[in-house]
């Protein structure tokens, strides 16, 4: 039972240009939403968040964009650049606990020189 | 203001031997959580805990594996009579506030447990 998908293995852009890393969820009780970028043999390190009262938050380079209608967000880095190369996850929490972060499957990102 | 420690960061283990992972979570937060990923997958939840007390512990196996964290000292996950399946990351992560608000959890550098 996937309750998070991020349907898009893997992606690859230019440097320069912007990125947009897509994630859908099925279950109506997660109001909270957080994206990580982890490279190999290291930790998850957290990028941004969003709760469920927005439809879109801002830091930097990076913008995470929520539609509840469709139980999808998308995390947008623009401009792209090589550093960004990681495999990043979107994860969700909400109902009956907060300390259970559900997380996809990841979206390997390649931004190109 | 040190991150989230693990140890040790890679741990070989024959079947049937113990792991013990050890997670320190960061200064000032009281709540931990762990979870694992396996190859090509994602992170799955396994626990989450606060000081003397299991949360959560729904994604637990039912046997040979155990949580604590404890009034002093780090967190232990500890993996009883390991078989190869258990090869995997364990991660571990900390937040300042825990259930029932949104949280943001930070991640330590993970374990990689390798069972021969």
């Known amino acids: 039972d996937q309750q998070v998908k991020q349907n898009s293995p893997s992606l690859s852009v230019q440097e320069g240009r912007i990125s947009i890393l897509n994630c859908d969820y099925t279950n109506s009780m997660f109001d909270y939403f957080l994206w990580y970028k982890k490279y190999p043999a290291e930790g998850p390190t957290f990028l941004i968040s969003?709760?469920?009262?927005?439809d879109k938050n801002e830091d930097g380079r990076f913008t995470v964009f929520l539609n509840k209608s469709a139980k999808h967000l998308s995390l947008h880095i623009v401009p792209s650049q090589p550093g960004d190369s990681a495999v990043y996850f979107c994860a969700a929490a909400g109902g009956t606990s907060y300390g259970k972060l559900t997380f996809g499957q990841g979206t390997i990102l390649t931004v190109h020189p | 203001n040190a991150g989230v420690m693990q140890n040790p960061r890679h741990l070989v283990r024959r079947r049937g031997q113990e792991a013990r992972l050890r997670c320190s979570p960061m200064k000032g937060h009281s709540h931990v959580y762990w979870y694992r990923q396996l190859p090509e997958e994602g992170l799955k939840f396994m626990v989450y805990?606060?000081?003397?007390?299991?949360?959560?512990e729904s994604g637990m196996p039912k046997e040979r594996f155990s949580a604590e964290f404890p009034k002093e000292g780090p967190s232990i996950l500890r993996i009883q009579q390991v078989v190869r399946g258990d090869s995997a990351a364990y991660f571990c992560?900390?937040?300042?506030?825990?259930?029932?608000?949104?949280?943001?959890?930070?991640f330590g550098p993970g374990t990689r447990l390798t069972v021969l």
């Open positions: 992560a900390s937040s300042p506030q825990g259930q029932g608000m949104a949280d943001t959890q930070y």
């Open positions: 805990l606060q000081k003397e007390n299991i949360i959560d």
């Open positions: 969003i709760s469920s009262i927005k």
